[in-house]
């Protein structure tokens, strides 16, 4: 049981360029999130899932699309990558029912756009 | 705005005392209240959450939460140096949230020996 896993550990873009963060967990988890965080703060929730085929906004989706074809999958796409979203992309699950609340980490991509 | 804001830290205690962190939410709609921690370079680890006012204790950790004031805290007696960490604090909001939290800053503490 891998838990949550993301795919890469680290990237460096340049300004314009695009990129998928990967986002696996094998719990059979219902409910998966991207978070990202930046330097001395806390997460910022990015986007979010309840579903396979359904996602919504979270706080700061701009620049960012995320889709969900799988239980197991939830992708981040960064389009036309900026400096301001130079930041630790943390990926997380949790199960439905009573225990939802209990969201599980992923490592974390870290990206830098220059 | 849903905010949490946490105390400003960074927050430095010996080895063996209390760590007292602080914690309060804008929303008052906040149902549910969450403790992680985070070592340096690594992912959040949640210690402990809270639904009810008053305390809640879970081995050294003990959460308390003061719906009327908006305030949730958490404390760690007999503080290691193996706690030293990032802690952050998250809310959940009321009705159909999904589980999306809103999270504090953080607050580094540093357990020195």
């Known amino acids: 049981n891998a838990g949550v896993t993301q795919t890469p550990k680290f990237r460096i873009l340049k300004i314009g360029q695009s990129m998928t963060l990967q986002c696996t967990q094998d719990?059979?988890?219902?409910?998966m999130y991207w978070y990202r965080q930046d330097p001395g703060m806390g997460l910022k929730l990015i986007y979010y899932?309840?579903?396979?085929?359904?996602?919504d906004k979270g706080e700061v989706p701009n620049g960012y699309n995320v889709s969900r074809s799988t239980t197991e999958d939830f992708p981040l796409r960064l389009e036309l990558a900026a400096p301001s979203q130079t930041s630790v992309y943390f990926c997380a699950s949790s199960p439905p029912g009573a225990y939802q609340e209990t969201q599980y980490f992923g490592p974390g991509t870290r990206l830098l756009v220059l | 705005q849903k905010e949490v804001e946490q105390n400003s830290g960074p927050l430095s205690v010996p080895e063996g005392a209390i760590a007292s962190l602080n914690c309060t939410y804008s929303d008052r709609g906040s149902q549910s209240f969450f403790w992680y921690r985070q070592y340096s370079g690594k992912s959040p680890e949640l210690i402990m959450f809270i639904y009810s006012n008053g305390d809640k204790e879970d081995g050294r950790f003990t959460a308390q939460l003061n719906k009327a004031s908006q305030y949730v805290s958490l404390l760690i007696r007999d503080s290691q140096p193996s706690d030293s960490a990032t802690y952050l604090c998250a809310a959940r909001g009321g009705g159909t949230s999904y589980g999306k939290l809103t999270f504090g800053q953080g607050t580094i503490l540093t357990v020195h020996p």
């Open positions: 719990m059979n988890h219902n409910y």
């Open positions: 899932s309840v579903g396979a085929g359904i996602t």
